[in-house]
């Protein structure tokens, strides 16, 4: 079987129009793409994960090569009880021009897509690229399509059996929408608009028990944005939903799924409730979610991001008395960074920009005398950006996130304003 898995471009309005024809096609035994067609001469690199055909400059190729094995490795986390292992390096074809992606089989209107072949009895042969163009205005909607088309090969590749389509496009929605954050990405983004948009469509959208049984054939004849709205909206309930209550659950239908069992039984065996009991409680979930529910993740997406910075900058032993002084010298262009550390300008001044919107920032020593990037908010949160080192890398950035008590947010109103004094030292 031959095929194309969606697309993501620009907006709904185009996205809709180049899903029109990404239907599956008859089995022909091979996927090549036009052959009157000759791409131009493209570079390969090798990742740990990738095998990326690329024509794009050096900085760009770094910042693809860096946002594809954090992807992967993302994917893999957020799988791991029912996914397999990469065993193999996943082919990924990345154009600087949109003609050149689009002679070479990709989508018009699109800004990615991935193509795919099985064969065999059992569907044991399969192969299947990854495409997408840089040439688009906006970048975010490209590595927002590559993130959502490429769990779409990781399912083909890594976790093989077959998932539901409801499930498989609600997670590469879900994973389209995570936010990169340098080291990692920050899963269940909830822009305000796209909440609204679920909330006025809830009731024109498919039972979930119709959702449920869905087939491919059926969800390519049916593409539409509420179809995509609707899945994206199950898996944010399913993996957040009542403080991750269902997570388990979900985990335990889609390995059931995946390893040929019926769908019906899969449901019954893995939530134990008819789906009107669990439709009830997505609808209330969604019905109830307040119009700022995105700040929370919009919080820890920014800290991340710029605690990827300030780890990189205390590695070449730079410090900052205070997050004024660090927030200053990374608007400058003054932080420092090793070679073997590089991130995408790009990604600080998003960061920035957001912290601009953000206030009491204050660096803080932790017990080993690394800085921590902290963010307090005026409800009461407080977001510590961490890092740790291995081998004179940065190893891993987390973000904790601490609710303070009425009595801590009372005292801390009736301080002056100001940043921390204490020196941060690597």
């Known amino acids: 079987m031959n095929g194309?898995?969606?697309?993501?471009?620009?907006?709904?309005?185009?996205l809709l129009a180049a899903l029109a024809v990404a239907t599956v096609r008859g089995d022909t035994g091979s996927m090549?793409?036009?052959?009157?067609?000759?791409?131009?001469?493209l570079k390969i690199y090798e990742t740990k994960y990738y095998k990326?055909?690329?024509?794009?400059?050096?900085?760009?190729?770094?910042?693809?090569t860096l946002r594809m094995d954090t992807m992967a490795e993302e994917y893999h986390r957020r799988t791991s009880g029912f996914s397999g292992i990469i065993d193999k390096k996943l082919p990924f074809y990345l154009f600087k021009k949109s003609s050149d992606y689009?002679?070479?089989?990709?989508?018009?209107?699109?800004?990615?897509v991935f193509e795919f072949a099985t064969w065999g009895a059992g569907a044991e042969h399969r192969t299947g690229k990854l495409m997408a163009t840089a040439g688009m205005e906006n970048p975010d909607w490209t590595w927002h399509?590559?993130?959502h088309e490429g769990f779409h090969q990781f399912v083909h590749y890594v976790i093989q059996g077959e998932i539901p389509i409801w499930a498989n496009e609600g997670l590469a929605e879900y994973f389209g929408e995570s936010v990169f954050t340098g080291d990692g990405f920050v899963p269940g983004t909830l822009s305000p608009g796209r909440v609204e948009v679920i909330k006025k469509k809830m009731g024109k959208m498919k039972t979930l028990d119709a959702m449920l049984h869905l087939s491919h054939k059926e969800w390519n004849e049916e593409l539409s944005g509420r179809n995509y709205d609707q899945v994206w909206s199950l898996?944010?309930?399913?993996?957040?939903?009542e403080n991750g209550k269902?997570?388990?659950?979900?985990?335990?239908?889609?390995?059931?799924c995946s390893t040929g069992a019926d769908n019906d039984k899969a449901w019954t065996d893995s939530f134990k409730v008819r789906p009107e009991v669990i439709q009830a409680r997505w609808e209330k979930y969604w019905k109830e979610l307040p119009p700022d529910a995105g700040v929370d993740n919009q919080a820890r997406s920014t800290v991340a991001t710029l605690t990827s910075f300030l780890a990189r900058a205390a590695l070449e032993k730079q410090t900052f008395p205070t997050a004024e002084a660090f927030l200053a010298a990374a608007k400058a262009g003054q932080l420092k960074c090793g070679p073997d550390e590089w991130l995408p300008p790009s990604l600080l001044a998003r960061?920035?920009?957001?912290?601009?919107?953000?206030?009491?920032?204050?660096?803080e020593t932790s017990s080993d005398g690394r800085p921590w990037l902290v963010l307090k908010t005026a409800g009461g949160k407080t977001y510590l950006g961490k890092f740790t080192i291995s081998d004179h890398k940065v190893a891993r950035v987390l973000v904790d996130v601490q609710q303070r008590s009425v009595a801590a947010k009372s005292a801390a109103a009736a301080k002056p304003a100001g940043g921390s004094a204490t020196p941060a030292t690597p």
């Not at 090549?32 to 001469?41: A, C, E, G, L, R």
């Not at 990326?52 to 693809?64: F, K, P, Q, S």
């Not at 960061?351 to 660096?363: C, K, N, Q, Y």
Request: glycine content about 12%; hydrophobic content about 40%; proline content about 5%.
């Open 52 to 64: 990326i055909h690329t024509d794009l400059d050096a900085d760009a190729v770094r910042e693809a």
């Open 235 to 241: 898996v944010q309930f399913f993996v957040h939903g």
């Open 32 to 41: 090549v793409p036009p052959s009157s067609y000759q791409p131009p001469d």
């Open 145 to 147: 399509t590559v993130q």
């Open 246 to 256: 269902y997570s388990s659950q979900f985990i335990a239908y889609i390995k059931s």
């Open 351 to 363: 960061g920035l920009e957001e912290a601009g919107r953000m206030s009491d920032w204050v660096i």
């Open 102 to 112: 689009l002679n070479f089989g990709g989508l018009r209107g699109s800004a990615g």
């Open 4 to 14: 194309k898995v969606g697309c993501r471009g620009f907006g709904w309005a185009m």
